[in-house]
């Protein structure tokens, strides 16, 4: 049953209440969640060691928290999928594809700045 409807001051609380939840569930259970975490943990620690600048820390924040936020879509859209049709099935194999392709454009741009932050700190060329 959907929940009641609720004033405005009350559903945006509730809101925030079920994002949290979700967001708790993504960071605790979801393994492709937790190895990005730990990527983000990794860049931020060179990012001290670098000391890379205020705007190259905000960009490569969000980078990051871009992936994040497109993979806890994509595990959304492979929940549903296994939710409607748990069975195989060529089209669930296709929207799970796409969605995983929708993530794999976030982190190709997150690997791109990274190399332009990064690259000039090892002096290699
Ligand atoms: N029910 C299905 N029918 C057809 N193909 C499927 C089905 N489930 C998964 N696949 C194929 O297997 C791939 C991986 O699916 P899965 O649900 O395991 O995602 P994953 O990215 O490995 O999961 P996670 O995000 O948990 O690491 C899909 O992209 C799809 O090609």
């Not at 296994?82 to 392709?101: L, M, S, T, V």
Request: hydrophobic letters at 55%; charged letters at 15%.
């Amino acid at each position: 049953m959907l929940p009641q409807k609720k004033s405005f001051i009350a559903g945006r609380i509730a809101s925030l209440k079920y994002a949290f939840v979700g967001f708790k569930k993504l960071a605790t259970t979801e393994h492709s969640i937790i190895s990005q975490l730990i990527g983000l943990f990794i860049v931020s620690c060179a990012g001290f060691y670098f000391k890379i600048s205020a705007t190259e820390w905000m960009i490569q924040t969000l980078a990051f928290f871009l992936v994040l936020s497109i993979e806890g879509l994509n595990t959304a859209v492979e929940k549903i999928a296994d939710f409607i049709h748990p069975e195989f099935h060529k089209k669930i194999g296709e929207i799970k594809d796409i969605a995983a392709g929708a993530v794999t454009f976030a982190a190709l741009g997150t690997l791109i700045i990274l190399t332009i932050i990064y690259l000039p700190k090892f002096n290699i060329f």
